[in-house]
């Protein structure tokens, strides 16, 4: 298939274009800078020009392809707009969901599974608990699925909030680890037994070549290799490599420590796979979160 990817830059977006590419598919990816362009021709993929805010260039990529992937999820950072992000997106996926109508073309977005559904164990066929952390990102993967009704193979790929792996330089592990260094401890809140779930990069990149290839229209896949870590087995992690001390947190100071992250750190978010395994024989295969850390790679800068 020609593929066009909107994100193929990003962290995610980049190991989903090599896993497409070394499936034999021809992959075309959006570029909106020189830097950009220069990043996807050292792929050995087509370059789109272009950015998401430029509907026009969102259509005609969608138009002349066999299937799009939205893989231009944007990291929470502390300057990040959030609403404005969530605004950007949907009209850019709304703009490709026009161009796809009636085609019967595959069109995978990317989404998020943390805090859909607080403290209990999130499934492929739940519906999300709408809340300020889910409101504004839901309506994205909502658009997209709908067009199911409108003759297009849609499905969302939900990512767990630790893609983690080589080169992860802006997620939120790496903000945790950024955080330690600057505090001098690695810290947790209250016992810590809340639950984050994970995946490693290639293992999330094979399930959008599955996705892309094999979905049925309306399919909601959890890009979950782990359904929850402990978030005191996180901090342990860090404080063990970076020779810290971990602690506790108490919740007067959760703001203080943590930052823009403080809404995040107590979340209980504990999400299963069993259906995207069973629908579409996905086995993670590559290192869990903490192996991964353990390896060193998340300290070399």
């Not at 075309?28 to 950009?36: E, F, I, N, T, W």
């Not at 792929?43 to 950015?51: C, T």
Request: proline share 5%; charged share 20%.
């Amino acid at each position: 298939m020609r593929i066009f990817i909107p994100g193929a830059t990003g962290y995610v977006g980049s190991a989903v274009v090599t896993e497409l590419t070394n499936a034999g598919h021809h992959v075309v990816g959006l570029a909106r800078s020189d830097s950009s362009a220069a990043a996807l021709t050292a792929l050995g993929i087509e370059v789109h020009r272009g950015n998401v805010s430029d509907l026009a260039s969102l259509r005609s990529g969608a138009a002349a392809a066999d299937g799009v992937i939205y893989a231009a999820n944007q990291h929470i950072s502390e300057t990040t707009d959030s609403a404005a992000r969530a605004r950007s997106e949907r009209n850019a996926v709304e703009a490709i969901g026009l161009e796809l109508e009636g085609t019967g073309k595959p069109f995978v977005v990317t989404s998020g599974v943390i805090g859909r559904t607080p403290g209990r164990l999130l499934t492929e066929d739940d519906e999300a608990v709408v809340s300020p952390l889910t409101a504004l990102r839901l309506p994205v993967e909502a658009s997209v699925l709908a067009l199911a009704d409108r003759g297009v193979r849609s499905s969302s790929v939900a990512l767990a909030p630790t893609e983690h792996g080589v080169g992860d330089a802006r997620g939120f592990v790496s903000m945790l680890i950024a955080i330690a260094r600057d505090k001098g401890i690695s810290g947790y809140v209250g016992e810590g037994a809340n639950r984050w779930p994970s995946v490693h990069r290639l293992d999330a990149a094979r399930l959008y070549r599955l996705a892309i290839e094999t979905a049925p229209a309306g399919t909601r896949l959890h890009a979950v290799g782990e359904e929850g870590v402990p978030f005191r087995d996180l901090a342990e992690a860090i404080g063990s490599y970076l020779k810290l001390p971990v602690v506790s947190i108490d919740t007067e100071h959760v703001s203080s420590h943590f930052s823009f992250l403080a809404p995040l750190v107590t979340l209980d978010s504990p999400v299963s796979n069993a259906l995207t395994r069973k629908r579409f024989g996905w086995e993670p295969t590559h290192p869990t979160l903490i192996a991964d850390i353990a390896e060193g790679h998340y300290f070399n800068s």
